[in-house]
């Protein structure tokens, strides 16, 4: 018995790891059409060590978005320990404003064993570091075992989009059959990890899954009858060059990604909603499987509003910028609700909040249903125990 539960223990991580294994050899066997020149560019760590007019270059630079000139001293990659002159665009996106000691960086190419340095951005990945560090010490602080198990379950849930569910739309999978998949493994490996292989953890998972699915199908049809397509994005140009050097399927990128982005919130309601009837059927066994559904209704019902604003704020707080440029420009109201960016955000929240709501019944039904099987399967037990 000792045996059979320390198996079950720690099977869950060998089968999580088999599924990343797998995920990466997929990975590692798609070929990807070359889109940029080969230049012999490589972006490597650096550190301003000179700067012979540094305040006035500075000042110039912000006043302007004047190139600055500096030398760098190469951190990384094969010329590490070099210096190299350099130059600094002190743009909004690019180039960084540089003073001596300030960490960037840069891109590097070489002809005929010249190197050309130019300074792309500051060196923010100390930062980044620092910043995961604090967010997943927190996690496993305070959630303890589950806490581990869900740093887990995240960095699983960015594997599996990254090296499965864009390279599968990227060789001309179908990106909603992608996304289903993705959605599908994801939902599995995040519950069996946080709750393991039980009632209420199978009940979330199918709850996700149908709601998740839900989602996707109704943003499907209002973009046909709204006449929204994949092709109305942002960066469509960069999107079609891509298309035409891959088997990807623009027009489906679009509600496809609105399952991706749906997952976190409808796999929070799910788990809320059959943790809680579960638990009540812990403490009312003869709790009928009516009652359940009704009870898995109400415990839903204050989580829908919160979570559906969770979703719009969210998809608000991503457009912050266009709706501020509708506010400013004063656009008229015919405009903005016509605009493509206006209708694909609103498919977007409305969409992903309609697959939560959905979720809460969906989810009660399938906990109504397990839950009372389980008891009818105790009863009938029982009673051949008694016969015997």
Partial sequence: MKKKKSFYKWGKYLIVIGITLLMFLFYRSVERVPLLADDNMVFVKA??????????????????????????????????GEKVDAYSLNGYLYGANCKVGTKVIASLSEYDGMLSANVYNYDREAAIAVLLAVFFGLMWLVG???????????????????????????????????????????????????????????????????????????????????HVTGFNVDDIENLIYVGQNSRLDIGGMLFSGILIASLGAVMDVAMSVSTSLHEIKEQRSEITAKEIFKSGINIGRDMIGTMSNTLILAYVGGSLGLVMIIYAYSYQMHQILNMYSIAIEIMRGVAGTIGIILTVPITSLIMSVLLTREKKAVSENEQKCECK
């Fill in 47 to 80: 550190v301003v060590v000179q700067n012979d007019h540094e305040d006035e270059q500075a000042q110039a630079s912000l006043d302007s978005g004047d190139t600055q000139q500096v030398v760098l001293e190469i951190r990384s990659g094969a010329h590490k």
């Fill in 144 to 226: 303890g075992k589950k806490g581990f198990n869900s740093i887990l379950a995240l960095i699983f849930t960015f594997v599996a989009v990254i090296m499965m569910y864009i390279p599968m739309m990227y060789i001309g999978v179908s990106p909603f059959i992608a996304a289903t998949i993705t959605v599908v493994i994801i939902t599995l490996v995040t519950f069996i990890l946080i709750a393991d292989f039980q009632m209420k953890s199978i009940g979330a998972m199918l709850g996700t899954i149908f709601g998740v699915i839900v989602s996707g199908l109704i943003a499907l049809v209002f973009g046909h009858f709204g």
